[in-house]
């Protein structure tokens, strides 16, 4: 029974508890783990650490987080043209402003919604019922019930209900890839550990949210709901900050400098008509409005909108799911990407690579699940038949075993031990079958591998009726256990240090070891630890390795290529970890590993400047990927976070952008990560970042065509005003240009495919604004064109006094749209000439806006209720010829300038990172450039 001293919170929170015995802690938490508590002892206990469940956050009303989409500078503006345009009676135009606005705000709200359901996925992981003594007796509890003091008792397929020191373990095993990421089941024991230990080697402790895969066990609760591991990760999820995606920090500025330069000539406009002109004040102040209706591009949230939409689209068919729209062009301004090892950049099937015997080391071929490959040595082809050896230690690894393999709709599947798995595989590769060796020597007995013997052995019979023990371990174990080794067909005595050396050698390049061995005995119904733990001979060692996928060594390269830095950031043991990123091209052998110990060590103002140059981080934690990718971002990269476990949900969420496993992936780590990969393979994510810059250059290609128009047709009332002349388009016009050109010429670019150079830029800049020094002088320079094109016209025609303003107007109209349709094809391309058949008809969709452009010209100029309400006239063949001469001038003069850009000779850089990654100063293989 419990005892009657109160705990308190601080005597059990930042307890080492993996460090302290069973005993001490038991002592510690006042219970007897015969009893159990009692019924006060629960009461009082669960009155001080609440009930074992994570608090939910604070959470904003439906209502509220709706409003909170229209918090930005740019919805204002269109606020504001939408009103604007109510009050000049264009009811039609003011309602479908205020329809983008309300798409945009709905869109908005989906997916902060879809974000905010990661805390309950982290909810749903935790297990519902528990076994546990209490009083004496053993019964089923819920598992909110469980405070730290309560007995549990667990068995095969459970779920670990809260944070258990174990007490007993029989042959336990727990699978804790949710946590730590790392796919292999963890052995369990008793035996108290390191106080610093990682958590990915405290056999000590089982872990809330795990699940135990084989074995028995008991524990008593140290820590519960928010205390344990995963309820840290739920709470550090709920406090990591979602950061704004470059492209929404670019819009920000956007805005904030247009609205500024829109404010300002307004400004200027009234004081010069109503001081220098003496005009009346409303005339000068609707004036001032018709200009910002000018000025602003109303058109671009959609154009934005349709651009990443078609982006989602594309890459859906390239299996990247995005969960959040303006991660499409996050993508584009990656400089790292943080990848989890197994299962993304690794197959997560274990592999046996080499076989080592006394005499000789044997590489194998091939890898995963498939028994498809040979042996060599000295990479040369041998069959392992024709060594006695090796075919003893083969026919041990596949009768010593008690994994399945299978074939399922045309694929091999494991059924067990994945590393037992792979030594069926490595049989089946020498023609070994489980089957009939089997029934060759059939298996009489067997000890099963437990975490305190750390060996598994089998007693056989074969068909003479001698008898046979076969043992797979540790090899520093079965060392310990054999007087003889096996060398080639004759038995000599043990060299233990040699086969420790060999182990070393075989650990370097990141296998993981079994050792086999075998030893005759005299007939026996049922083998004893005392038979089997002397007088073996060894007979080899395994090596094994979940290898790296084939497809992620070329996308890590293509990302190399492109300038963009790959990190691998795993929990699993720092030689492999190096071993797999050697293979991989992430790191060439002679830079640091650092472990989560190591991280701890370094303060966050060092840690940024220490891991620049280092590539690959081993025994890492929630904790430690968190650091990682903030120190990251603090030097100004744009970082991609790779994850399938809950441990990976705080960094996914963080990091510029999360990418979830689709596969395998928790669904904790899928709704805090802004894209998931279908596939669960890092070549996904090389083609996402590619469709990423597309997406990136065809909206700054809409911005770069957008904003002449809106330039032109702001200074052209501008002018008209300050120099007292007649408007030469109304605004009801503008408004009409403004929407007509946004929802069919600027979305004609969302349908762009990738220019030549894409892949092997640097990438995109996070810092450059939207409004380069490139964007202004393309604004400046077509927008005079087309300003002096129409003006131009207007002018003519009103020296003509018996021509109507109405005339001269539709014509203005006319030459604006017509010079931006010669436009949108200079700007499919920044600097490739458009003369060419593709650039005239390589977008189909771009052939069907200019249709409907001059469609919608025609119903403008023709259509006589459209000519009543946009006071427009019919033109005759000589006004259509003067508009399209203003168009082709235009043209001419844009691919003049474009020439001068591919030689050399243009001032402005086009935006983007034009120039070659590999260009660039590069520290260390793979790392980005400041």
């Known amino acids: ?37 009692d019924e006060d002892g629960i009461r009082a ?52 402003i205020f329809a983008v606005v309300l798409i945009i705000g709905v869109i908005g709200f989906i997916q902060e919604g879809r974000a905010e359901r990661a805390l309950e996925s982290v909810q749903k992981i935790l297990s519902h019922e528990a076994r546990v003594t209490r009083g004496g007796e053993e019964r089923t509890v819920s598992a909110e019930e469980l405070v730290p003091g309560d007995i549990v008792h667990l068995d095969t397929g459970d779920s670990v209900p809260a944070d258990l020191r174990l007490l007993q373990a029989r042959n336990l095993q727990t699978q804790e890839a949710a946590l730590t990421g790392e796919s292999t089941a963890v052995e369990k024991s008793t035996e108290a550990a390191e106080e610093d230990t990682e958590i990915g080697d405290r056999g000590s402790l089982v872990h809330s949210g795990t699940v135990v895969t084989a074995g028995q066990g008991t524990g008593i609760v140290v820590r519960t709901g928010e205390d344990t591991e995963i309820g840290q990760i739920s709470g550090m999820l709920s406090d990591v900050e979602s950061l704004r995606t470059p492209l929404m920090r670019k819009l920000d500025s956007f805005t904030r400098t247009l609205s500024i330069a829109i404010v300002a000539l307004a400004i200027i406009v009234l004081a010069v008509g109503v001081l220098i002109w003496g005009r009346d004040w409303d005339e000068m102040f609707f004036a001032a409005v018709s200009i910002a209706v000018a000025a602003i591009p109303e058109g671009l949230p959609a154009v934005m909108t349709v651009t990443l939409a078609i982006g989602v689209e594309r890459m859906a068919r390239r299996n990247a799911i995005i969960r959040k729209l303006p991660a499409v062009e996050t993508l584009g301004a990656v400089t790292t990407i943080c990848a989890d090892k197994t299962g ?13 015997t006394a005499t000789t080391e044997f590489e194998v071929e091939g890898v995963g699940y498939d028994p498809e490959g040979g042996f060599t040595i000295d990479d040369e082809a041998t069959d392992p038949g024709e060594h006695d050896d090796v075919s003893e230690m083969l026919r041990i690894g596949l009768l010593c075993n008690d994994a399945e393999l299978k074939r399922e709709d045309g694929e091999w599947v494991p059924e067990g031990d994945p590393m037992e798995a792979a030594l069926i595989v490595l049989a089946r590769k020498a023609d070994l079958e489980s089957e009939s060796e089997a029934d060759k020597t059939p298996r009489k007995d067997s000890i099963p591998f437990s975490s305190e013997r750390r060996y598994m052995a089998t007693l056989h019979q074969d068909d003479e009726g001698n008898h046979v023990v076969y043992v797979k371990g540790a090899p520093e174990r079965l060392l310990e256990m054999c007087s003889k080794e096996l060398h080639g067909e004759e038995l000599r005595d043990l060299d233990p240090e040699q086969w420790l050396r060999w182990a070393d050698e075989i650990a370097e390049r990141g296998q993981r070891l079994l050792a086999v061995a075998r030893k005759d005995v005299d007939e026996m119904s049922e083998l004893t630890e005392e038979e089997v733990e002397h007088d073996l001979v060894f007979v080899g060692l395994y090596g094994l390795i979940d290898p790296a996928r084939e497809e992620a060594i070329e996308s890590v390269s293509i990302c190399h290529e492109a300038g963009i830095g790959v990190k691998m950031i795993t929990g699993d043991h720092a030689k492999t970890a190096a071993s797999i990123a050697r293979t991989l091209g992430i790191e060439d052998g002679d830079q640091e590993v650092l472990t ?12 940024p400047a220490r891991i620049a140059d280092i590539n690959v981080f081993a025994r890492s934690s929630p904790e430690h990927k968190l650091r990682l990718v903030k120190a990251l971002q603090s030097t100004g990269q744009i970082v991609a976070m790779t994850g399938d476990g809950v441990n990976d949900a705080p960094a996914l969420k963080r990091a510029d952008i999360g990418i979830a496993m689709g596969q395998e992936g928790t669904e904790v780590a899928r709704e805090a990560s802004a894209m998931v990969l279908a596939d669960d393979n890092f070549a996904s994510i090389e083609r996402a970042v590619e469709e990423g810059r597309v997406v990136y250059d065809n909206f700054r290609k809409s911005i770069l065509f957008l904003l002449p128009t809106n330039f032109a047709q702001g200074f052209i009332i501008a002018l008209a005003v300050m120099l007292g002349f007649v408007l ?41 604004p939207l409004l380069t020094p490139f964007v202004l002088w393309r604004t400046v320079f077509v927008g005079m064109l087309l300003l002096i094109g129409a003006g131009l016209l207007f002018y003519l025609e009103q020296q003509n006094p018996d021509t109507p303003v109405e005339l001269a107007r539709t014509l203005a109209v006319n030459a604006l749209v017509i010079g931006q349709v010669f436009y949108l094809l200079n700007t499919r391309s920044f600097s490739e000439p458009a003369c060419t058949l593709s650039g005239l008809t390589g977008n189909k969709v771009v052939l069907l806006a200019i249709a409907a452009i001059i469609g919608l010209q025609l119903l403008l100029t023709y259509a006589p209720f459209m000519n009543a309400l946009f006071s427009t006239v019919a033109l005759d063949l000589r006004g259509w010829g003067l508009c399209i001469l203003i168009g082709i001038a235009v043209f001419a003069l844009v691919e003049a300038e474009k020439m001068l850009q591919r030689q050399g000779r243009f001032p402005f850089a086009t935006g983007g990172n034009q120039r070659s990654a590999r260009d660039r100063s590069i520290k260390g293989k793979g790392e980005s450039a400041e």
């Open 1 to 37: 029974m419990a005892r009657d001293k109160k705990l308190s919170r601080d005597d059990l929170v930042g307890k080492a508890w993996h460090a302290f015995s069973h005993e001490d802690t038991a002592a510690m938490l006042n219970v007897d783990p015969e009893q159990g508590l």
């Open 45 to 96: 206990r669960r009155e001080t650490f609440g009930r074992n469940r994570l608090q939910e956050g604070t959470r904003h009303s439906a209502f509220r987080r709706f409003l909170s989409q229209f918090n930005n500078l740019f919805i204002y503006l269109l606020l504001i043209a939408g009103i604007v345009t109510g009050l000049l009676g264009e009811h039609l135009d003011s309602a479908v």
């Open 344 to 356: 993304t950049l690794t197959r997560n099937e274990m592999t046996a690579k080499t076989v080592r």
């Open 596 to 607: 989560g110990r190591d991280i701890e060590e370094i303060s966050d103002d060092d840690l």
């Open 728 to 768: 030469p388009v109304t605004p009801v016009q503008i408004l009409w240009i403004n929407m007509v050109t946004a929802v069919t010429l600027g979305v004609a670019f969302a349908w762009e495919k990738a220019e030549g150079d894409l892949m092997t830029r640097a990438p995109n800049p996070p810092d450059e």
